[in-house]
């Protein structure tokens, strides 16, 4: 049996103008249509194909018919993009009779593409291309002037749009988002960051973020205290402790302490005797020392007395003579006094105060000590007879009694005791004395009576 085929192709092409979506300056061609039958006899199994294209908005149809046929239609539609496939498999029968066989299987796709952004023509999802705007403008997006500008991903660029209420202070719910500190209550929180200030652009169309803080980035940031691994320099010791690992808190606003060693920041914490100059009122003298300067030792658990004066605390320690009350059982005999009382020295722990003990003897060393007159051969200030006390003598020996007081046994009174013609004698005490007790001594002449009037009567000393 032989095979009749009958292939016919015919391709239209139709090009539209569509004023809504036309930019100015676009050429528009003619619409053309072609069309080409073609018919041939072969003993092959029939190929029914047509084929539609409109451009502009573009339907393109496909059908295709053999022996045993596959029936596809497809339709395609560019800028709002719609394409149909139809296909039918089974003994078919074409438009001149015959049988007809379908499997059921029919495919309907329809696609919507948005890859044609950027070629001037408003296509489905898109808000503008290029200079094509769809006749919007700022006003008409709610601002008030300005001019409105087509993005890369064809949407709209409104960032030449104007609000003129926009820097009032005022909020104008309806057109702007924000207006100079007035944010509608929003904050740098509900915009997803971890803090800082919010602010609100020049346009009045979107919130400025760029004091907002993105804590967590490891990266430090003008109002961050710290960031993560971030810290300035800053360490435990540097904030005031001991030492131990320094961290930042989850909002970066401060720095994480749980991790240092509180011995050193100054504080009595829990299970701390000091810490630093904090010392609890404790001092050297109510830790038993008699001065000094109480610290705190380098891990706060105990006081560092090596400051400390351990003296006053009637307790003689290493390096001491006394303490207080503690004289090591010294008394001022042992010290070679007479008697009296010992105590230790009030300025110091390194003497005793020997003021209480009774005085040494040292009469008779040979030595001028205190108070002494003389002793031995020494005379304090050089004395003579003569010049001793009352007048009675004119010379001889000045001598040093054993308790190193002056000796005036020696001492001579001069012619006071010699008898003689002459009336009274040389000296005025002893004269005075004797011509009191008898007149003719001093009136007639100094008789051996005068004589023993003063040696007897006024203390005149005339030796042998």
């Given at each position: 049996?032989?095979?009749?085929?009958?292939t016919?192709?015919d391709?239209?092409?139709?090009?539209?103008?569509?004023?809504?979506t036309?930019?100015?300056?676009?050429?528009?061609?003619?619409?053309?249509?072609?069309?080409?039958?073609?018919?041939?006899?072969?003993?092959?199994?029939?190929?029914?194909?047509?084929?539609?294209?409109t451009?502009?908005?573009?339907?393109?149809?496909?059908?295709?018919?053999?022996?045993?046929?596959?029936?596809t239609?497809?339709?395609?539609?560019?800028?709002?993009?719609?394409?149909?496939?139809?296909?039918?498999?089974g003994?078919?029968?074409?438009?001149?009779?015959g049988?007809?066989?379908d499997?059921?299987?029919?495919?309907?796709?329809?696609?919507t593409?948005g890859?044609?952004?950027?070629?001037?023509?408003?296509?489905a999802?898109?808000?503008?291309?290029?200079?094509?705007?769809?006749?919007?403008?700022?006003?008409s997006?709610?601002?008030?002037?300005?001019?409105l500008?087509?993005?890369?991903?064809?949407?709209?660029?409104?960032?030449?749009?104007?609000?003129e209420?926009?820097?009032?202070?005022?909020?104008?719910q309806?057109?702007?988002?924000?207006?100079?500190?007035?944010?509608?209550?929003?904050?740098?929180?509900?915009?997803?960051?971890?803090?800082?200030?919010?602010?609100?652009?020049?346009?009045?169309?979107?919130?400025?973020t760029s004091q907002?803080?993105?804590?967590?980035?490891?990266?430090?940031?003008?109002?961050?205290?710290?960031?993560?691994?971030?810290?300035?320099?800053?360490?435990?010791?540097?904030?005031?402790?001991?030492?131990?690992t320094?961290?930042?808190?989850?909002?970066c606003?401060?720095?994480?302490?749980?991790?240092?060693?509180?011995?050193?920041?100054?504080?009595?914490?829990?299970?701390?005797?000091?810490d630093?100059?904090?010392?609890?009122?404790?001092?050297?003298?109510?830790?038993?020392?008699?001065?000094?300067?109480?610290?705190?030792?380098?891990?706060?658990d105990?006081?560092?007395?090596?400051?400390?004066?351990?003296?006053?605390?009637?307790e003689?320690?290493?390096?001491?003579?006394?303490?207080?009350?503690?004289?090591?059982?010294?008394?001022?005999?042992?010290?070679?006094?007479?008697g009296?009382?010992?105590?230790?020295?009030?300025?110091?722990c390194?003497?005793?105060?020997?003021?209480?003990?009774?005085?040494?003897?040292?009469?008779?060393?040979?030595?001028?000590?205190?108070?002494?007159?003389?002793?031995?051969?020494?005379?304090?200030?050089?004395?003579?007879?003569?010049d001793?006390?009352?007048?009675?003598?004119?010379g001889?020996?000045?001598?040093?009694?054993?308790?190193?007081?002056?000796?005036?046994a020696?001492?001579?009174?001069?012619?006071?005791?010699?008898?003689?013609?002459?009336?009274?004698?040389?000296?005025?005490?002893v004269?005075?004395?004797?011509?009191?007790?008898?007149s003719?001594?001093?009136?007639?002449g100094?008789s051996s009576?005068?004589?023993?009037?003063?040696?007897e009567?006024?203390?005149a000393?005339?030796?042998?």
């Amino acid at each position: 049996m032989g095979s009749d085929t009958d292939t016919t192709t015919d391709t239209s092409s139709t090009t539209e103008q569509n004023t809504s979506t036309t930019e100015p300056g676009t050429t528009l061609e003619p619409p053309t249509t072609t069309m080409e039958p073609t018919s041939t006899s072969t003993p092959e199994p029939t190929t029914d194909t047509s084929t539609t294209t409109t451009t502009g908005e573009t339907d393109t149809s496909t059908t295709t018919t053999t022996g045993e046929t596959t029936d596809t239609s497809t339709t395609t539609t560019t800028g709002d993009t719609e394409t149909s496939t139809t296909t039918t498999t089974g003994d078919t029968t074409d438009s001149t009779g015959g049988t007809d066989t379908d499997t059921g299987t029919d495919t309907d796709t329809t696609t919507t593409a948005g890859e044609t952004c950027g070629d001037a023509i408003l296509d489905a999802g898109e808000d503008c291309d290029l200079d094509n705007l769809n006749a919007k403008d700022c006003v008409s997006l709610g601002f008030d002037s300005g001019t409105l500008a087509c993005a890369a991903d064809c949407t709209f660029d409104t960032s030449l749009c104007l609000m003129e209420s926009c820097g009032n202070g005022e909020l104008d719910q309806d057109k702007e988002v924000c207006d100079g500190d007035q944010l509608g209550g929003a904050t740098c929180e509900s915009e997803g960051f971890v803090g800082g200030t919010l602010g609100c652009n020049d346009l009045c169309t979107a919130f400025d973020t760029s004091q907002c803080l993105t804590c967590g980035d490891d990266e430090l940031q003008d109002g961050e205290t710290c960031d993560g691994a971030a810290l300035d320099g800053e360490t435990c010791e540097s904030q005031g402790f001991g030492g131990g690992t320094l961290g930042c808190n989850d909002s970066c606003s401060g720095f994480d302490t749980s991790q240092c060693d509180p011995c050193g920041n100054d504080t009595i914490d829990a299970l701390e005797t000091c810490d630093g100059a904090a010392l609890g009122n404790a001092s050297c003298e109510s830790l038993g020392f008699g001065g000094g300067t109480l610290a705190c030792n380098a891990t706060c658990d105990d006081f560092d007395t090596s400051q400390c004066d351990a003296c006053g605390n009637d307790e003689v320690d290493p390096g001491e003579t006394c303490d207080g009350t503690d004289l090591g059982g010294a008394t001022c005999e042992s010290l070679g006094f007479p008697g009296g009382t010992l105590a230790c020295a009030a300025d110091g722990c390194g003497a005793f105060d020997t003021s209480g003990c009774d005085p040494i003897p040292t009469c008779g060393n040979g030595q001028l000590d205190g108070d002494e007159a003389c002793d031995g051969d020494q005379i304090a200030g050089g004395a003579t007879c003569a010049d001793q006390p009352g007048g009675l003598f004119s010379g001889g020996d000045l001598g040093c009694k054993d308790d190193c007081t002056l000796d005036t046994a020696l001492c001579i009174s001069g012619d006071c005791c010699m008898a003689g013609p002459s009336l009274g004698c040389e000296l005025d005490a002893v004269e005075a004395c004797v011509c009191a007790a008898d007149s003719n001594c001093c009136d007639v002449g100094w008789s051996s009576a005068c004589v023993t009037i003063a040696v007897e009567q006024c203390g005149a000393q005339c030796g042998g």
